[in-house]
């Protein structure tokens, strides 16, 4: 078993539509939790950064951590074909500080 | 300020040959990684700096891959030599504070083995 799975998609939706990714991870240990995205031929960035279980909302982006159930999610609110990216969940924590490992990541295009 | 520099951006070689990948983390980052994106996949670790250390490595295949990080800033990964499998983004990043996680990401560099 991997310790991050991802849905890789691909996910695909119209323009202001909400948008849901998930991943859930088995290490209980990992307590920083993280959203990255992927533009095609680019480096992955930063969108978003939790730490332990709750919300977080940065704009039209909210994250989502349930630590009972290993499970994290990112909601993106009136999508923008701007946001067609692949997305990454990324974890830490616990005996693998400042090693992130990370999910397969879920295409998503939003079309116009 | 500056970004996280890589270079080549392309590479295209037969297998046999050797490759290297060059990284200019930002300035002031003591932490940097090499992470290898297979197509469809997210990136995996290969090897992590605490400045001039190694401290992790344990996923770097070390029979053909090796990396140095000389003065703790450049580092540079070798491939020696290079297999098809190897096709691949390696993706250097560097990171100012390890416990979190937050890693900044060059653009990678994109190597494909004929």
């Known amino acids: 078993q991997k310790e991050v799975e991802q849905d890789p998609g691909p996910l695909s939706v119209p323009e202001g539509a909400i948008v849901s990714l998930n991943c859930t991870y088995s290490?209980?240990?990992?307590?920083?939790f993280m959203w990255y995205r992927q533009y095609s031929r680019k480096g992955p960035e930063l969108l978003m950064y939790?730490?332990?279980?709750g919300n977080k909302e940065d704009g039209r982006f909210t994250a989502q951590v349930d630590k009972s159930s290993k499970y994290i999610s990112l909601f993106i609110r009136d999508s923008q074909p701007s946001d067609s990216a692949t997305y990454l969940c990324?974890?830490?924590?616990?005996?693998?500080?400042?090693?992130?490992?990370f999910g397969q990541g879920t295409i998503l295009t939003v079309h116009p | 300020e500056a970004g996280v520099v890589q270079s080549p951006r392309y590479k295209i070689i037969e297998k046999k040959q050797p490759v290297a990948f060059w990284c200019n983390p930002i300035?002031?980052?003591?932490?940097l990684y090499w992470y290898l994106q297979n197509l469809g996949q997210g990136p995996e670790l290969l090897i992590r700096?605490?400045?001039?250390?190694?401290?992790?490595d344990s996923q770097l295949p070390k029979d053909r891959f090796s990396a140095e990080r000389l003065k703790g800033v450049d580092s540079t990964l070798k491939i020696q030599p290079a297999e098809l499998g190897d096709s691949a983004v390696y993706l250097c990043?560097?990171?100012?504070?390890?416990?979190?996680?937050?890693?900044?990401f060059g653009e990678g560099s994109r190597l494909t083995v004929l």
């Open positions: 700096y605490e400045n001039e250390e190694a401290v992790d």
């Open positions: 990324a974890i830490t924590g616990g005996t693998s500080y400042g090693k992130l490992t």
């Open positions: 990043a560097s990171s100012q504070d390890m416990n979190t996680g937050e890693l900044f």
């Open positions: 939790t730490y332990s279980s």
């Open positions: 290490n209980s240990a990992f307590q920083y």
């Open positions: 300035s002031g980052h003591n932490t």
